[in-house]
């Protein structure tokens, strides 16, 4: 697809990080596997999603 002059391509779900874990994982993990943290800038805690600027932000209910 080509917006404003841009060309962007979608791969598929396997190519995304987060295809491959549960709703279990990123419950109990609010790294997400290690790839938010504190050293990237994000603040994270466990039953919660990483989020900026010193928050967190709740989890959704589809992943409670």
């Keep these: 697809m080509t917006v404003a002059g841009v060309t962007v391509s979608y791969g598929t779900a396997s ?12 419950n109990n993990d609010g790294t997400i596997k ?3 943290t504190g050293a990237g800038g994000w603040t ?3 039953g919660r999603l990483p989020g900026l600027f ?3 932000v709740a989890m ?4 409670k």
């Design 54 to 56: 010193g928050n967190t």
């Design 60 to 63: 959704p209910e589809h992943l």
């Design 34 to 36: 290690g790839i938010f």
């Design 15 to 26: 190519d995304k990080n987060g295809a491959n874990i549960s709703i279990g994982e990123i």
């Design 44 to 46: 994270t805690q466990n």
